[in-house]
C-alpha cells in the first residue's frame, strides 16, 4: 500500500489524512473541510499570527503564552470571540515550524490537543 504524506490545512493548521477520493487531486488539496475552504485565512487571523510572534519575543526563551493572551491583544472586548482562531493561528505557525504548543510542559500535537494549551518558540 502507498504511503501519503499528510498535509496542513491552509485555515485552520489541522492535519490532513490523504483518502482516497483525493487520489486524483491530492496535489490540490489544501483544506481539510469545506468550512475551512469557505473561512481561509483573514485579515484577523494574519494579526493573531502576528501577535503570537510579538508576545513570544516579548518573552525570555523557552516561556510560553497563552493563546488568549493574543486573542486579548487583536480583539480587545470582544477577545473570547477570538479564541478558537487563535488556536487556528498557532496551529499554522506550529506547521511552519515557528512555535510548539504544549500541555503540561509537554509538546503536543496541535491537531489533537483538547483542553488548555500554551504555545512556545519551537527549540
Known sequence: MPVHDT?????????IEWRKKWARSWDEV??????????KVTDTDRALESSIRSLLDS???GAT?????????VGGEDWRDLMEPARRAARRLVAAGEVEVTQGGKVVDPSTAKGPIRVRRAL
Open 7 to 15: 498535509k496542513t490545512c491552509a485555515s485552520c493548521g489541522r492535519t
Open 30 to 39: 489544501q483544506y481539510c473541510s469545506d468550512a475551512c475552504r469557505r473561512h
Open 59 to 61: 518573552r525570555k526563551g
Open 65 to 73: 503564552i497563552c493563546p488568549s493572551e493574543a486573542a486579548r491583544e
